[in-house]
């Protein structure tokens, strides 16, 4: 069966770092892309980073870019979110999915919390 689970979440002061992992199993990890999704009370889920299945390309939301990295390691079926530089606004739950643009499989989050 088909399973992500992140972790790495919890409460730091702004202007201080996190890193979410995302463990998939039940699938070959290694050929699939995957994203890193966010979504904070009211607000609708939006894309953070996305990287493809050999990790040698990614994207960002313009709000996270310089600040954010996702990484990738195939061998540990592992895909990190190193989260530098955290501001309150980052507050959310962070998903891990399967896919680039169509997500075929999701987590069930970790959430983040920034205090000011």
């Known amino acids: 069966e088909v399973q992500l689970v992140e972790s790495g979440g919890g409460l730091v002061q702004s202007g201080g770092s996190l890193r979410l992992s995302c463990a998939a199993s039940?699938?070959?990890?290694?050929?699939?892309?995957m994203s890193w999704y966010r979504q904070a009370p009211g607000k609708e889920r939006e894309l953070v980073a996305r990287i493809s299945y050999e990790g040698d390309s990614s994207d960002y939301a313009d709000s996270v870019k310089g600040r954010f990295t996702i990484s990738r390691d195939n061998a540990k079926n592992t895909m990190y979110l190193q989260m530098n530089l955290l501001k309150p606004e980052d507050t959310a739950r962070y998903y891990c999915?399967?896919?680039?643009?169509?997500?075929?499989?999701w987590g069930q989050g970790t959430q983040v919390t920034v205090s000011s």
């Open positions: 039940g699938f070959i990890f290694g050929i699939y892309h």
């Open positions: 999915a399967r896919g680039w643009t169509t997500l075929t499989s």
